[in-house]
T-cell receptor, first 113, second 113 residues
Framework: KQEVTQIPAALSVPEGENLVLNCSFT??????LQWFRQDPGKGLTSLLL?????REQTSGRLNASLDKSSGRSTLYIAASQPGDSATYLC????????????FGAGTILRVKS | DAGITQSPRHKVTETGTPVTLRCHQT?????MYWYRQDPGHGLRLIHY???????DKGEVSDGYSVSRSKTEDFLLTLESATSSQTSVYFC????????????FGPGTRLTVT
């Protein structure tokens, strides 16, 4: 059964720092991995989707990498801002049941001004 | 933003009453999902649909039923609401199966007293 783990569970950094959020998954047989952002009381916003054949995806200050063989993904946020404060979730689409996503528990990020 | 709306956005109901939540999409995507999100449990899949009148169970389907009579609408019904069903419910859509990005609606906060 696919399991997704996110470390750390919570992170607090000063504004301007570069930071890395980690996501690991137990079964490398995936179609893709998706990173989401969730603000308090809101829905999930899709940030980046990395297909299994890709190594990384970039969007603005965000860069997500994927190492499928080792079951790891990282989300790099450059020059963090207070507006980046949110919960970040990763999810994989397993080949075993590709219609569904398996989510990690998330990392709560606080960027202090 | 993906065209997904959920109604109602907030609801308070009494134990034993039936409740129906609606998800509406304007994207003509094939797949639609219902999740619940609870502290300590993260996002859990309730039911999903892979086409009109085609649905399947997720990991926490007991006490819930769904229907999809049109591509754009996916209904979640709690036949007899219980306090354990107090939660935030999210709808999501996906264009195809495992390869495509999943988009979420704004959520419905349901309180069962």
């Amino acid at each position: 059964k696919q399991e997704v783990t996110q470390i750390p569970a919570a992170l607090s950094v000063p504004e301007g720092e570069n930071l890395v959020l980690n996501c690991s998954f137990t079964d490398s047989a995936i179609y893709n991995l998706q990173w989401f952002r969730q603000d308090p009381g809101k829905g999930l916003t899709s940030l980046l989707l990395i297909q299994s054949s890709q190594r990384e995806q970039t969007s603005g200050r965000l860069n997500a990498s994927l190492d499928k063989s080792s079951g790891r993904s990282t989300l790099y946020i450059a020059a963090s801002q207070p507006g980046d404060s949110a919960t970040y979730l990763c999810a994989v689409s397993p080949k075993e049941y590709g219609n569904k996503l398996v989510f990690g528990a998330g990392t709560i990020l606080r960027v202090k001004s | 933003d993906a065209g997904i709306t959920q109604s109602p956005r907030h609801k308070v109901t009494e134990t034993g009453t039936p409740v129906t939540l609606r998800c509406h999409q304007t994207e003509n995507h094939r797949y639609m999902y219902w999740y619940r999100q609870d502290p300590g449990h993260g996002l859990r899949l309730i039911h999903y649909s892979y086409g009109v009148k085609d649905t399947d169970k997720g990991e926490v389907s007991d006490g819930y039923s769904v229907s999809r009579s049109k591509t754009e609408d996916f209904l979640l019904t709690l036949e007899s609401a219980t306090s354990s069903q107090t939660s935030v419910y999210f709808c999501a859509i996906r264009e195809t199966g495992g390869l495509s990005e999943q988009y979420f609606g704004p959520g419905t906060r349901l309180t069962v007293t």
